[in-house]
């Protein structure tokens, strides 16, 4: 078997997932107050909204302080000559080699959070699907989707 990949992502993205779940878990304490409010209102047991705040607490406590260590601790990447090689997953472990002559195109994207701490994410794009690199700190990102760039040219010559 394959050894694993030995790039990681930058340990910022901890603290990017993490606002990013207690974003999302944001809404998710709206809709129980809103739900709270509702059984109040209507009188429906009370039980219903105990078991919403313990499916909030669960739910906030895995996305916000579990998940996002775990997935820092398991995003690994490798870039070849002829293949990028991404392994990812919690509980199911992905393996994925892109061949380089597979790629299509290869962008960086950055949303609020990541662009927060200066982190960037790369896309890989073949016919069949597109791969992502996330988190990475932005001049990483950067020079990674040149060279995957670079390597991925094929000269006329060699078609």
Do not use: C
Not at 23 to 32: A, K, P, R, V
Not at 46 to 71: A, E, N
Not at 130 to 144: C, K, N
């Amino acid at each position: 078997m394959r050894q694993p990949p030995m790039n990681t992502i930058a340990p910022d993205a901890i603290k990017a997932w993490k606002l990013t779940g207690a974003f999302y878990e944001s809404i998710l304490w709206l809709i129980t107050i809103a739900a709270w409010i509702i059984i109040y209102m209507f009188k429906w047991p009370y039980w219903i909204g105990i078991l919403l705040v313990i499916i909030s607490i669960l739910s906030t406590f895995l996305t916000v302080l579990i998940l996002p260590k775990l997935r820092f601790r398991k995003w690994r990447y490798e870039l070849f000559e002829q293949e990028i090689y991404i392994q990812h997953g919690i509980l199911i472990m992905s393996r994925t080699l892109i061949p380089m002559i597979r790629v299509q195109h290869v962008d960086t994207k950055q949303g609020p959070f990541l662009k927060k701490y200066q982190l960037a994410s790369v896309t890989i794009s073949t016919a069949a699907t597109t791969h992502e690199i996330p988190a990475l700190r932005e001049e990483d990102a950067s020079a990674l989707r040149d060279r995957i760039s670079a390597l991925a040219r094929v000269d006329e010559d060699d078609v």
